[in-house]
Structure formats: C-alpha cells, structure tokens
C-alpha cells in the first residue's frame, strides 16, 4: 500500500524506478483489441492487472484509439514503442484515428533532447497525441492523471502535427469544475495560501511549501463530479475555508468537499463554515490512501484507485471509516441534527437497508453508520444522540450498542447476540484492534456476560464508560415505567 505522503520523504513515482531497469523491454508484446485499447506488455498475454486498468478505461470513442503501457520499454523506448506500434498504425487512410492517447509515464517528457514517443508518433504518423511528461496513473472512475507540479512541466500534453505541444491538464477528461478552480488562483486569506491542485484547491499556512507538502497535494486524484478543497492543517480557520467557498460558484460549491491531510478531523471547521455561508458543507471522512499496485514496479502506467482511511498524528493510516463522506447542515437548515452519513460502507451482513441509519441486522435488529463508527439497535429505535455526535478518532472505532435508560436483560436481545457475533467476525483486523463498545442503557447479568465473551472471542478487549451501568434493582424497573 502506498500512502498519498503526508510527512517530510516525497514519494518517488513509479517511472523513476523503471529507467532504472532499462533491460527489461526485449519480450514486449502488443494486444489490439478492436474498440479498446491496445495492451503493451511483456509475456504472450497481458497481466491481469493491465487488463483491468483497460476495463476501467472502457471502450474508445469513434476516430480515437489509446495505448496502454504496462510494461518497461527500455533507454530506446520511444523508438522501440513506434516499432512495436507500426502493424498498429499503420492501417487504412479510412479506418486510422484521428486522436491517440498514448498511457505511459514521461510519453510525453523530451528532457535531454530526445524527441519523445507522443512526438515521434504524431510526426511519423500525422496522429494528434495525448501524452503526460509525468507518472500515467488511472483512476477508479476511469479517468486518467499525470500527479506532478501545476507548471509547465507536468501533466497531459497535446500533440499536434506541425504545432508545437500544447499543456492540457494533469487529468483527462478535463472535469467541468476546473475552469471555475483555476479562475480563484493563487492568493493569500486569513493567512493562509490558498491555490489550485490537480484534485482541486489546496490551504495551507502562508510560506514556502516544503517539496513533500507540494507532493501530497498534488498525489491526491481528481474527481470528475467534484472538486476537493485540501487543508493541510487542522489549525485552518473556518473563516478562510467560507472565503475559498464563496468564491466559487454555486454549482461548484455545492459539490465541493473538505478533505484534511492533516491526520485530525476537520468535523469543527466544517460546521463553522457551513454556518458562515448558511450552506451544506461535504468533508470526507479520513483521507485518500493509494491502493496496492497490480502491475509490477516499474510499469509505466498503473492505478490510481485509493481507499479512504483515517490518519493517525503521523500521517500513517489506521482504519478505514464506515462513513465515508458527511454533510454538515448550516444552522438555519438543520432538519434534526446538524451532520449526515451521505457516502458510508459496510460489512455484508448489513448490505441491506434503505439508508445509513437503517442496516438490517437479523430480524429484530438494525445498525446505523455514525461518523466515528457503527450503532447497534432494535429495528424501532433510533441512535442516540452521543453516538452520532461522537468525535471521529484514528485510534479508537466506536461500537455504541442498545438504547439510553433501557434495560438489556429482556428475552428480545438474547437473539441479538448472535447477530453481533456475526457482525463482529467480518470486521477488518484493523477496526477489531481499536474497537471500543459503548453500551447505552443498563446490563443485566446475563447480557453483561454475553457482551463479554463476544469482546473476548473478537480480541475486543476495550469498552467505554456507558458499559458499566448494570441494569438497576426490580423497584427501580417499576419506577422507571
């Protein structure tokens, strides 16, 4: 797994470790596949990995073809690809594209003086050609980006015959809120920088940024839906973030969401913020993690999917949130409570439902996604408020269980138990290490017992505070009824 870099060492991309193995081109092989795109890669038939990444890309569109680069091509690797390429390229005037988008990191990059291979192939070919100077990395949704410095110098490149190369994006296709990012700029509010990132915008302390800053902002993929607003630091104000919002469009606005690098939740500024513009607010609960690479090191193109974690305080994940994005409600919108899960996954055996807070867990029972973990309940009830309200935090996942003032010693929650049990065996290892249980109401004898062999058989061992109210005497039953 390699982690989006949130402290001082800048991640090398894959491309510096494939010039370092330049003999490893000899074996390559091209697949073409009619409509899709046509597979570089070593072997008879292409990695499964490879393959994947040309599902995810999906069929190409009329008059346009892409070549996918899965393999190292070696020191000549321009010329070496247009000799693997020309049974390829060489087709009829009436069938060849007028577009080809060439995936493979530094397609694009003729630093040394060397033409590079979008440019050979435009020029020997007449194609016009996308390349990126960078890393060639596609993302989960089947775009494509090329992370690296917003000047000149990286990105995806446009080759034109007889033009010179022109600068595109660091992403294709270029997302319709780019152009509203890009207007904002570079400025300084409140203190704090304030400028435009290939994921969207990016705040951070006034300064020069250190290069493994620079690297995490630009590591974080690109939406096509929305753009993100990146804070490096938990210490920025809600005012500067209202600032950076409003200056946006409203459309834009709307589908913009807070993302912190910072390893603490921003749950605090968003809220300020939202009431500031008297609008919903979106934060990403944790933040982007890259997934384990399919290809082989070194392949010139790979995956950019990430996995949503929370962050510890040095930057390293630590679980990945049941919620994945909430929305803060301003104070003249809020209908109930002030955040709602918007985005969440769960384990299977709560797949079904009509909504975060509505998981069916058996027959009797249901489970709802709270920002800081999972609430366990009968189908009746709703989650208490200090579930929801509970601080999201890395290093302790929050199992809140049963209803405030009621009694957990009734013959309905015997058959809750091995409901749980089944929950509990699909968590992640990393989600049973730092659970904690949080039982709301009073534990008769019996369920106490119960609670306690499920902790122990799950490596459970922690429970918060609630958990050690014990059901009270028969009086007070009578009394409370």
């Keep these: ?181 890009r207007r904002v700029g570079r400025q300084t509010v409140a203190g704090h920088v304030v400028e435009p990132v290939a994921a969207g915008l990016a705040v951070r302390p006034v300064g020069p940024a250190s290069p493994a800053v620079q690297a995490r902002l630009q590591a974080v993929p690109p939406e096509r839906d929305r753009p993100q607003l990146i804070l490096t630091s938990p210490e920025i104000p809600a005012a500067a973030v209202a600032v950076v919002m409003a200056a946006l469009p409203e459309d834009v606005r709307g589908s913009l969401r807070l993302v912190s690098l910072a390893g603490r939740p921003v749950s605090r500024t968003a809220q300020e913020a939202a009431d500031l513009l008297g609008c919903d607010v979106q934060v990403m609960v944790g933040a982007p993690v890259r997934r384990t690479v ?105 199992l809140d269980i049963g209803v405030p003032h009621q009694v957990l010693d009734d013959t309905p929650w015997d058959s809750l138990w091995p409901e749980l049990d089944t929950l509990l065996t699909q968590l992640e290892p990393e989600v049973c290490m730092r659970a904690v249980i949080h039982v709301h109401g009073f534990l008769g004898a019996e369920p106490r017992r119960r609670l306690l062999e499920l902790t122990l058989r799950h490596g459970l061992p922690q429970m918060g505070r609630e958990s050690l109210h014990r059901a009270p005497d028969a009086a007070t039953r009578q009394f409370r009824r």
């Design 1 to 181: 797994m390699t982690v989006i870099p949130t402290g001082d060492t800048v991640v090398k991309p894959d491309s510096d470790r494939a010039r370092a193995d330049p003999g490893t081109a000899a074996t390559l092989t091209v697949s073409p596949d009619g409509a899709h795109p046509h597979l570089v890669h070593t072997g008879s038939r292409p990695p499964l990995g490879l393959t994947r990444l040309a599902d995810r890309l999906g069929p190409t569109r009329p008059n346009e073809a892409v070549v996918l680069v899965g393999a190292p091509v070696g020191e000549d690797g321009a010329e070496e690809l247009c000799r693997l390429l020309t049974p390829v390229l060489d087709a009829s005037p009436d069938t060849r594209p007028r577009l080809l988008t060439l995936v493979m990191s530094e397609g694009a990059d003729e630093a040394g003086g060397r033409p590079s291979a979008a440019r050979l192939i435009c020029e020997r070919w007449g194609y016009d050609v996308l390349a990126p100077a960078g890393p060639a990395l596609v993302t989960a949704d089947g775009a494509l980006f090329s992370p690296g410095p917003t000047h000149a110098s990286g990105g995806w490149w446009h080759f034109s015959p007889g033009s010179l190369a022109r600068h595109v994006s660091s992403h294709l296709p270029v997302p319709a809120w780019e152009t509203a990012t």
């Design 294 to 398: 399919d290809l082989a090191d070194g392949a010139p193109a790979a995956d950019a999917a990430t996995d949503q974690y929370l962050l510890d305080s040095a930057g390293r994940p630590a679980w990945r949130p049941f919620a994945q994005t909430v929305v803060h409600a301003s104070a003249t919108a809020r209908d109930g409570g002030s955040v709602r899960v918007t985005q969440w996954r769960v384990p299977p055996v709560l797949c079904e439902g009509n909504g975060p807070d509505a998981l069916a867990l058996g027959r009797h029972w249901k489970a709802a996604v709270t920002p800081a973990g999972l609430w366990i309940g009968p189908r009746a009830a709703e989650p208490p408020l200090l579930a929801v309200t509970r601080p999201v935090r890395a290093d302790s996942v929050a």
